[in-house]
């Protein structure tokens, strides 16, 4: 079964993952650090899903997330870091100058 789905409606669903999504979050010196969630209080132990740098403005994204949001949500991979930025901005009000994963 095809369904065709909205540019609209697309962003919608895509945004709707982003702001949905699970995660640990700490602020820590310089940086935004988004972990993936776990049970442990140690942040040490957990992984960075995304980290902004307010030195450099430099936003690092775990490279399997933005291959797996990417693989998902867009026909065309190496368009998930863009919307990703775009995201990150809105949500945490920084300016991104660029992307690293």
């Given at each position: 079964?095809?369904?065709i789905i909205?540019e609209?409606?697309?962003?919608?669903?895509?945004?709707?993952?982003?702001?949905t999504?699970?995660?640990?979050?700490t602020e820590?010196?310089?940086?935004?650090?988004?972990?993936?969630?776990?049970?442990?209080d140690?942040?040490?132990?957990s992984?960075v899903?995304?980290?902004?740098?307010?030195?450099?403005?430099?936003l690092?994204?775990?490279?399997?997330?933005?291959?797996?949001?990417?693989?998902?949500?867009f026909p065309?991979?190496?368009?998930?870091q863009?919307?990703?930025?775009?995201?990150?901005?809105d949500?945490?009000g920084?300016?991104?100058?660029?992307i690293?994963?």
């Open positions: 079964m095809k369904v909205t609209n409606k697309l962003r919608d669903i895509q945004l709707n993952y982003l702001n999504m699970r995660y640990d979050y820590f010196d310089n940086f935004k650090i988004l972990y993936y969630p776990n049970n442990r140690d942040y040490e132990l992984e899903m995304m980290e902004y740098d307010f030195e450099d403005f430099r690092f994204i775990d490279s399997n997330f933005v291959k797996d949001f990417g693989l998902t949500y065309n991979a190496d368009d998930a863009p919307f990703i930025r775009d995201w990150f901005e949500k945490f920084v300016k991104v100058k660029y690293e994963s």
